[in-house]
């Protein structure tokens, strides 16, 4: 099975500093500024709404999405 991983760097953030999702396994990883790290799953539709838009907040999205 191929493990893609799409990787975000979030600088506008005060709370991430890193997504990293991966679509095959529905799972997304978010890296804390603290240094700790969130395993949340994901649908692969809410992922495509990070890729598709550019206008899309990363705190927002791991605030609606991940840890919805």
Request: hydrophobic share 45%; aromatic share 12%; net charge positive.
């Given at each position: 099975?191929?493990n ?46 990070l ?17 919805a």
């Amino acid at each position: 099975m191929i493990n893609t991983c799409l990787v975000f760097a979030t600088p506008q953030s005060s709370a991430s500093e890193e997504i990293r999702l991966y679509p095959f396994r529905r799972h997304a990883m978010v890296f804390w500024q603290s240094g700790h790290y969130s395993a949340h799953t994901v649908r692969r539709r809410d992922m495509l709404r990070l890729l598709l838009n550019p206008k899309q907040s990363a705190g927002a999205w791991i605030n609606d999405y991940a840890l919805a």
